[in-house]
């Protein structure tokens, strides 16, 4: 700027004028040089521990399991096709047995199946999904199994109407991906992250059979039937498309899919492992669980035809 600028340049060569009248002859001063800028510390990574020889162990027993049930044809990820077609009354029935009874009690210790009748169960407001690692999983597979559970979430929210998103802040469905020896350690955080489970479901948590892939625990007020809390665990040994199914099974049992069905087809509520990844199937169970006639709390003999019902409105829609 002009006004600012011409004043001080002027006193500038004042100065500089009465300095030449004098013979003291200054040198030239050189300003010290800043001192170097010290390099910004970068932020911590997530750490990763090696794994135990037993889980170590574990990953090749599982690697092993996917291959022999892929060389049988099974765990597939088509969602069902012409081979496996189903009438709205199968569609019913299925419905009333994998959303109206438990596949375990509630006190379980997860070890012995034992279908019980249960209440229609769901959750009745949004759902905040953290995701969380344990120490012995690598970084590529966090990656990996984020990216996974972030967009199967998005496919339930569409299927139920129940906003879902992942968040870790003040989550209500814990996904878990735990090795064995992050497992193994797990029990106080269980204890913290649902403080009314039961001793038995902590330990068989802790100590959780080879023969059980991943579990699901909800929570429910007193007297309610709509979920509170969810915890999903998956082991981390499993191979990728095991992994894979346990998050379908698992998140979409969170969501109050609760039992397996011998008889359900085609669909990943069944023990035969014949599907790994959600079906077309599975996905009307979602939407006919969260359709506004059904109601949390409902006993089988009360929404059995109202699911019969919207069963042969979906299927006459082309919804198969």
């Keep these: 700027m002009a006004l600012g600028g011409y ?72 969602g069902g096709g012409p081979d496996t077609p189903f009438t709205d009354t199968q569609l019913a029935r299925n419905f009333v047995r994998i959303a109206l009874f438990n596949e375990y009690r509630d006190d379980s210790d997860f070890r012995r199946p034992q279908a019980t009748v249960s209440k229609l169960r769901r959750w009745a407001g949004p759902i905040r999904m953290s995701v969380e690692f344990g120490d012995t999983v690598p970084l590529a597979q966090r990656d990996a199994d984020l990216a996974s559970v972030s967009a199967y979430a998005a496919r339930l929210s569409r299927a139920t109407g129940v906003p879902i998103r992942v968040t870790d802040r003040n989550p209500n469905f814990h996904v878990l991906f735990l090795g064995e020896d992050d497992r193994q350690a797990y029990g106080p955080r269980l204890r913290a992250l649902i403080p009314n489970i039961s001793e038995a479901t902590v330990r068989t948590f802790v100590n959780l059979p080879r023969e059980q892939l991943c579990v699901v625990i909800g929570t429910f007020a007193p007297g309610q039937s709509t979920y509170t809390k969810a915890v999903a665990m998956i082991r981390a040994e499993h191979p990728n498309l095991m992994r894979s199914a346990c998050i379908h099974e698992e998140l979409a049992q969170g969501m109050g899919l609760a039992n397996d069905s011998p008889g359900a087809r085609p669909s990943i509520f069944n023990d035969d492992e014949e599907f790994a990844l959600l079906t077309t199937h599975d996905e009307l169970l979602l939407r006919m669980l969260y359709d506004p006639r059904l109601e949390a709390g409902m006993d089988p003999a009360t929404a059995a035809p109202i699911a019969r019902m919207i069963a042969r409105e979906y299927l006459a829609a082309g919804q198969s």
């Design 7 to 78: 004043p001080k340049r002027i006193l500038m060569l004042a100065l500089a004028a009465g300095l030449m009248g004098c013979d003291l002859l200054m040198p030239p001063v050189t300003p010290p040089a800043p001192p170097p800028l010290a390099e910004p510390e970068a932020p911590a990574g997530p750490t990763v521990t090696p794994p135990s020889q037993a889980s170590r162990d574990l990953a090749t027993y599982y690697a092993r399991l996917q291959n022999d049930l892929l060389i049988q044809g099974l765990l597939r990820g088509d």
